[in-house]
Nanobody, 122 residues
Framework: QVQLVESGGGLVQPGGSLRLSCAAS????????MGWYRQAPGKERELVAT???????NYADSVKGRFTVSRDNAKNTVWLQMNNLKPEDTAVYYC????????????????WGQGTQVTVSS
């Protein structure tokens, strides 16, 4: 079984910064893409940023130029550096690991973290 553990959420003022971390553990052989999604109250979960094992990144238009996703393949860890935060960034942020290959399962699977709250408010 694969577990994703997130950390780094919290309360920050507009214009501030936060750094989210997510570490994947288990009998992991490889992870194709890791990334972050968010869900605000009353809204659907949406993509924030993803990064492949080769370093190819993808960002939501709303966070381009403000957020940076990075990853350490050897540690199965992904980070999200969030700068110039805005109130509309307030949401629960979820870590995702896509197309995960493990020692125990013959198929590729997708996993989610439990979520971490980010609140941007003065």
């Amino acid at each position: 079984q694969v577990q994703l553990v997130e950390s780094g959420g919290g309360l920050v003022q507009p214009g501030g910064s936060l750094r989210l971390s997510c570490a994947a553990s288990g009998s992991i052989v490889s992870i194709n893409a890791m990334g972050w999604y968010r869900q605000a109250p009353g809204k659907e979960r949406e993509l924030v940023a993803t990064i492949t094992s080769g370093g190819i990144t993808n960002y939501a238009d709303s966070v381009k130029g403000r957020f940076t996703v990075s990853r350490d393949n050897a540690k199965n860890t992904v980070w999200l550096q969030m700068n110039n935060l805005k109130p509309e960034d307030t949401a629960v942020y979820y870590c995702n690991a896509d197309r995960v290959r493990t020692l125990l399962a013959p198929v590729l699977s997708n996993y989610w973290g439990q979520g971490t709250q980010v609140t941007v408010s003065s």
